[in-house]
């Protein structure tokens, strides 16, 4: 099986207005994500034009947290053929409203905010993955925080606190696998 490191990046910069807006909301340094692709480009809500896009970065460490995870290439080839089915699709005005701002639980299914859509593909991926459990075991078990809390309700703060805690379960695993080739 082929794998690849996925870079999940935070945005921690000075941004714009919404950025700030986010930042105070959250209470949190952390105001936007992108999801790495196999082909390099990021894929996430533009936070300029709210919409769904595909993207080259190349992110500034005073400006960016960077978490990578390592993944299989051809389950995640499958969830980049998903999220190019969602470019162009609208920024989720009323869902970031009803269920950070309210509590509601509501949000469209066809509007993304950075954070949702990147929870959704992780989510994703390890559902494609659950398809197949014994082959894809290690990393079932690393991307299980992504499942807990449904998208919609997932800011980027907390995106970055499950990002890490996954990044976390990565490198348990890949202690106990060089200590059991050690064996």
């Given amino acids: 099986m082929q794998t690849k490191i996925y870079p999940i990046l935070f945005y921690i910069g000075k941004g714009i207005w919404a950025d700030r807006v986010v930042r105070w909301w959250t209470k949190s340094m952390i105001s936007h994500t992108e999801l790495g692709r196999s082909d390099g480009l990021f894929h996430s809500n533009d936070r300029f034009h709210r919409r769904s896009r ?4 190349t992110p500034c460490a005073n400006e960016w947290i960077i978490i990578e995870l390592e993944l299989p290439v051809e389950i995640m080839k499958i969830v980049e053929q998903e999220q190019e089915k969602r470019i162009g699709t609208g920024y989720d005005w009323l869902g970031i409203i009803c269920t950070h701002g309210l509590g509601i639980s509501w949000h469209s299914k066809r509007r993304w905010f950075c954070s949702k859509s990147n929870v959704h593909d992780l ?10 459990p014994q082959k894809y075991r290690l990393f079932i078990e690393v991307l299980e925080p992504f499942g807990r ?19 976390q379960r990565q490198q348990r695993r890949l202690c106990r696998l060089s200590n059991e080739t050690l064996s």
């Fill in 123 to 132: 989510v994703r991926a390890r559902e494609l993955m659950m398809l197949s």
């Fill in 54 to 57: 595909l993207t080259s970065l």
């Fill in 149 to 167: 809390i449904p998208a919609h309700f997932v800011t980027p703060a907390r995106l970055y606190t499950m990002a890490r805690l996954a990044k």
